[in-house]
């Protein structure tokens, strides 16, 4: 079915896959520029300003060196306009005919010429043609051609592959409704000249065509039209004919050559209509419906494939950002290897005892009289242990804690620094651990080019400088801070919240927390290190790293001997105590790493993602629109 017309919602559908689609392609730095300029091209020139019905169809004449287009033009407007000659690539410049009755019609013509990319002027003597420059135009005489026909500056002209005029031959072709293809003998089975004609009528829409074969007069009409439909076919393919409007011959003449008469065009079969009855019986609208409907047709066709490569990129946009976030998770966790747990949990025991009841109060002085033989208990078989195994005692849980979070940080920086800016991001020990089935290729995403410009910029920065600045903060992390203490007192407000009559009777258990040494004595262990004796308490940690299954240890040295029901009621306590403290300072450090070296990275993926997803749902919609006008 033709498309004659576009009414207002089709025209908004289309300008919304112009806009769009490049918008995406640049967005997500895909390939095919060439292709795709060319598509925007097609749009701009063939769709979007050339639907209108008082606009005349557009005939290029066009062909190799010397094949007698200048001559056509000449001839078929029966005037001197364009220079002649024996010589190739003589005429320069595009010109063009307008009928006298559309010569004010300025927005016409400059609809016409907007492919062109140049102001149009009126030609005043033929040998401007002979200079490169813009388009030139004159109008005819009423009673000739109802189209605007073309002279165009030969597509071969040139050596070794740069031609000289074909840039501005394709912009006329590329233009036109129709062409008019001049060959002679020599190079009407040319490939070159064919293949370039070709893309031209059918890269975008397939248009129509007349062929001018420049033959000698001894030949035959079956040799004319065998020649002809060799040219066709290496066009038009297979069905060749449906797109060949007319076959006329010019004949040879020596008199045509010196410029002293027009060529007589003349059908290729003696009972066929001559070249005035055939322009001027072409059905103008059912022309241009045809060639629009196939326009639109292409133009979709292409949005359809753009808008394939863009989920692809996109889906691979996601992949990668799926990636950093395992990347920055897994150097997170890595910073948190080690934690001063006995500090948390001597913050929270002075929390827990600061709302106890007067009874419990009292409690938990008689068990001050209960911690110091302990301690001194503990210290006695550490001094012992120490002896009988010739290892030193532990550095003190503050100065163990400083070495090592320094320590983890510098390699949790630097992994991520070096990651960040590396063209395929590694799979990481935490995302081992949430997919542990996973092998070598599922850990390893490849860097999105969409990515590149704020790699160079976190590329340009000097790492020590950024170094530093993660590990001045390193008091920040450790320390228990306002945020943490608020999240402890909420803590313990729904311990307490929780406890029923029995619950409360057996609170004995709580106050004795002080006669855990060092306030519990906790000492918590990730990933590596070992419990410092004493029973371990093993605490599920849940969402920390995107791990859905994560476990801590936990050593209390003294709780050899206690009972089942006490240690239930203590691992019930740690858990959420553990789970506060880490959530609170992943946060910490997730916040110094991006504003430090993550940050514009993981904004530039999440506001690519975002205007992506917008931008394909726009040209989905729009598509979809156009596709159902067009069809109306």
Not at 47 to 60: I, S
Not at 132 to 154: A, H
Not at 190 to 202: G, K, Q, S, V
Not at 583 to 600: A, H, N, P, T, Y
Request: include cysteine; glycine fraction near 8%; charged fraction near 25%.
């Amino acid at each position: 079915m033709g498309v004659n017309v576009m009414d207002a919602e089709l025209y908004h559908h289309l300008k919304t896959l112009r806009t769009e689609l490049p918008r995406l392609a640049e967005l997500l730095e895909l390939e095919g520029g060439p292709e795709r300029a060319s598509w925007c091209k097609i749009m701009d020139q063939r769709l979007l300003t050339r639907f209108d019905p008082k606009l005349p169809p557009v005939a290029a004449i066009c062909g190799g060196g010397s094949s007698g287009k200048s001559t056509l033009f000449n001839s078929l407007l029966e005037g001197r306009f364009a220079p002649t000659g024996g010589r190739a690539g003589m005429n320069r410049r595009i010109l063009f005919s307008v009928p006298e009755r559309l010569a004010g019609q300025t927005r016409l013509i400059a609809a016409l010429l907007e492919p062109l990319a140049s102001e149009p002027k009126l030609l005043e003597h033929p040998e401007e043609l002979l200079q490169p420059g813009g388009p030139l135009y004159l109008t005819t005489r009423p009673g000739r051609f109802d189209l605007i026909l073309m002279d165009t500056p030969d597509f071969d002209t040139g050596a070794g592959g740069r031609y000289a005029n074909r840039q501005s031959a394709q912009g006329a072709l590329e233009a036109a409704d129709l062409l008019i293809y001049v060959f002679t003998n020599s190079n009407y089975n040319n490939r070159d000249n064919t293949d370039f004609i070709a893309r031209m009528l059918t890269g975008i829409g397939r248009r129509k065509c007349f062929l001018v074969y420049r033959c000698y007069p001894s030949f035959t009409a079956d040799e004319v039209t065998e020649h002809a439909m060799t040219v066709a076919r290496n066009i038009y393919g297979a069905d060749a004919e449906r797109y060949v409007l007319g076959i006329f011959r010019a004949d040879e003449d020596n008199r045509v050559a010196a410029g002293e008469r027009f060529i007589a065009l003349q059908p290729a079969h003696p009972q066929g209509r001559s070249v005035a009855e055939t322009l001027n019986g072409l059905d103008v609208q059912q022309l241009r419906s045809e060639l629009h409907a196939a326009v639109l047709r292409d133009v979709l066709r292409d949005a359809r494939d753009g808008l394939a490569r863009a989920r692809d990129s996109l889906a691979e946009l996601r992949r990668y950002a799926d990636g950093l976030q395992a990347l920055q998770n897994g150097c997170l966790r890595e910073a948190l290897r080690y934690f001063p747990m006995d500090r948390v949990m001597r913050r929270f025991a002075k929390i827990w005892a600061a709302s106890d009841p007067p009874t419990v109060r009292l409690m938990r002085r008689t068990g001050s009289l209960v911690e110091f033989p302990l301690k001194a208990l503990i210290g006695a078989a550490g001094w012992a242990r120490e002896k009988l195994s010739g290892v030193s005692l532990p550095e003190k849980p503050s100065e163990s804690f400083a070495r090592k979070l320094e320590e983890n940080l510098v390699s949790a920086t630097t992994t991520l620094h070096q990651q960040l800016l590396s063209p395929l991001i590694s799979g990481t020990a935490a995302d081992r651990e949430r997919k542990p089935a996973a092998g070598n290729a599922a850990d390893t995403v490849k860097a999105h080019s969409a990515v590149a410009p704020a790699q160079e910029r976190l590329r340009q920065k000097e790492f020590q400088a950024m170094l530093q600045a993660v590990l001045v903060r390193q008091a920040e992390i450790g320390d228990i801070g306002s945020d943490m203490e608020r999240e402890l007192r909420g803590l313990a407000d729904q311990f307490r919240s929780r406890m029923g009559l029995w619950d409360k009777v057996g609170q004995t258990f709580w106050a004795f927390l002080n006669v855990l040494p060092a306030a519990a004595a906790v000492t918590y262990v990730l990933s590596t290190g070992d419990p410092v004796g004493g029973t371990a308490v093993k605490v599920k940690l849940a969402g920390l790293f995107g791990l859905k299954d994560f476990y801590a240890l936990v050593a209390i040295p003294v709780t050899r001997g206690m009972k089942k029901a006490d240690r239930r009621q203590l691992e019930s306590m740690l858990g959420p105590i553990a789970q506060t403290w880490f959530d609170c300072k992943l946060r910490k450090v997730q916040m110094i790493f991006e504003q430090e070296i993550s940050g514009d990275l993981l904004q530039t993926v999440a506001r690519t993602v975002s205007e992506a997803e917008q931008g394909i749902a726009a040209v989905e919609a729009a598509i979809a629109s156009a596709a159902e006008g067009a069809i109306k």
